[in-house]
């Protein structure tokens, strides 16, 4: 703990302190970005792969303090990496979906989901040392749709995972939010009206996605009572 903690453990322990010539240029180029970024201390970070880098947060929840953290390819590993920037900003909220990509071996080994949460742990371990007074949400990963995807994943597997992360939450005293419901159909697979790989997200994904979250977002009434809204009947398929 003295050396630095979950970060020290992970890179010495576990062997992860890689050259920079181990990372995608383009992972490197956007963290590079996020460090060089002012820091307000209001921020509400939405920190994951490309799920959440793929939409301008601010614009769709409306809100001027939304800052987009997302990075395409991300896994537990990256984000860990990169986690200093984040905790540098001491942000109000962090809205974290990470492990889709862990789960399909996307530029490594596939992982199992005891091997993913022993780094989402250490994530968020990090978050409670280091960010105490920062909100912190883990939202569920996503379903894929198997028929039509290249990314092939057992939605099982992430059910299963969701799991882990809710018990996460728990351990933590940590905010889950399932989004993974919202966009599933009655065969547990990622709907189809709203993707068109049957990994991401298009509009009506992403608006539906809003839905779920907003009222975390900008602290409006979090009872289980929901409104009938313009963008409900947009989601709609």
Not at 113 to 128: D, G, M, R
Not at 130 to 159: A, C, G, M
Not at 196 to 202: A, C, K, R, T, Y
Request: net charge negative.
């Amino acid at each position: 703990m003295k050396k630095g903690g979950w970060e020290y453990f992970y890179k010495k322990i576990l062997n992860k302190n890689s050259p920079k010539e181990d990372y995608d240029p383009y992972y490197l180029h956007k963290k590079s970005l996020f460090e060089l970024l002012p820091k307000s201390g209001l921020e509400i970070i939405f920190l994951g792969d490309s799920l959440t880098e793929q939409v301008d947060w601010s614009e769709l929840l409306q809100n001027p303090n939304i800052r987009n953290r997302g990075i395409g390819g991300d896994t537990t590993d990256l984000i860990l990496n990169r986690l200093d920037t984040i905790l540098a900003s001491k942000p109000k909220k962090i809205f974290l979906m990470v492990g889709i990509n862990d789960m399909l071996g996307l530029g490594q080994a596939v992982k199992t989901i005891e091997q993913i949460l022993l780094v989402y742990s250490a994530i968020l371990t990090e978050f409670k040392n280091k960010i105490p007074n920062t909100e912190v949400f883990i939202e569920s990963v996503l379903p894929v749709h198997n028929k039509i995807t290249r990314y092939w994943q057992d939605n099982n597997n992430i059910v299963q995972l969701n799991l882990h992360l809710i018990e996460l939450a728990k351990e933590f005293s940590y905010q889950y939010i399932d989004v993974y419901s919202h966009v599933s159909d009655s065969e547990n697979q990622l709907d189809i009206c709203y993707t068109e790989d049957g990994l991401h997200l298009n509009g009506r994904g992403y608006l539906k996605w809003k839905n779920v979250i907003e009222k975390y977002v900008n602290d409006t009434n979090r009872t289980i009572l929901k409104n009938i809204s313009t963008e409900d009947v947009f989601t709609e398929c």
